[in-house]
């Protein structure tokens, strides 16, 4: 199984067969996706930025949530994005970019930021880069919903395949501490074993 993990996680998952793969490696894959979409309920959502997109599953949820919403899709594979491509509504995609979420983002600003299953990549100092650079990029009255793996306060409840130096979650108060010094209000709105979602909110 973990070999198995390294080789898919290494290629970036098989894009085709990506989403039957991670439901089977994060049994609550799903819920996770809808919580993010429960936690982007904010009046005014016209432009949403989606960093480590992938294959779009997380863009259509927020979609549904905000049918009238445009996404703009970031990710660091272009195999990952032509899936999401393929997938999601054309005339509500507004840019896919392939791109390092360690480096600068899309031009604001956006009334909402999602990420999923994808910031716990980087490490302490670039999440906390991340997380400034994403305020920057909101409205007033915005919002970040950050979707992850971490490390969970009961051992028993580390259930999500994870590859040392490759997965580098953090524990949820350091994240919460971390978004807090960016400048966000955060607050924990979802939590299961060591998944959690978080909807950090800008000041209006
Ligand atoms: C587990 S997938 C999650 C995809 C999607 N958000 C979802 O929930 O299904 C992680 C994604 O993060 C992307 N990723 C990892 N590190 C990245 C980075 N530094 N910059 C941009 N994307 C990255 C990977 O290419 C992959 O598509």
Request: aromatic share 6%; net charge negative; proline share 6%.
């Amino acid at each position: 199984m973990a070999e198995d993990w390294l080789e898919r996680t290494q290629f970036h998952f098989t894009p085709d067969t990506y989403l039957d793969e991670i439901r089977g490696e994060v049994p609550n894959y799903d819920t996770l996706q809808r919580e993010v979409a429960e936690a982007s309920a904010i009046e005014g959502v016209q432009r949403v930025l989606d960093l480590g997109a992938g294959t779009g599953a997380t863009s259509r949820a927020v979609l549904e949530r905000h049918p009238s919403a445009f996404l703009f899709l970031v990710d660091a594979s272009a195999e990952m994005l032509a899936v999401a491509r393929r997938q999601l509504p054309a005339d509500r995609v507004e840019t896919i970019d392939v791109g390092d979420m360690r480096d600068e983002l899309p031009d604001g600003p956006f009334d909402l930021v999602v990420s999923a299953l994808a910031v716990h990549h980087l490490d302490g100092a670039e999440k906390r880069t991340l997380f400034g650079r994403v305020r920057g990029r909101l409205r007033p009255g915005g919002r970040f919903v950050l979707a992850d793996v971490v490390v969970p306060d009961d051992p028993a409840d580390a259930i999500t395949p994870l590859i040392p130096g490759y997965d580098k979650p953090d524990r949820v108060d350091d994240l919460l501490n971390s978004l807090t010094a960016a400048g966000f209000d955060p607050s924990l709105t979802w939590s299961v074993k060591d998944l959690v979602v978080i909807a950090a909110d800008v000041e209006a």
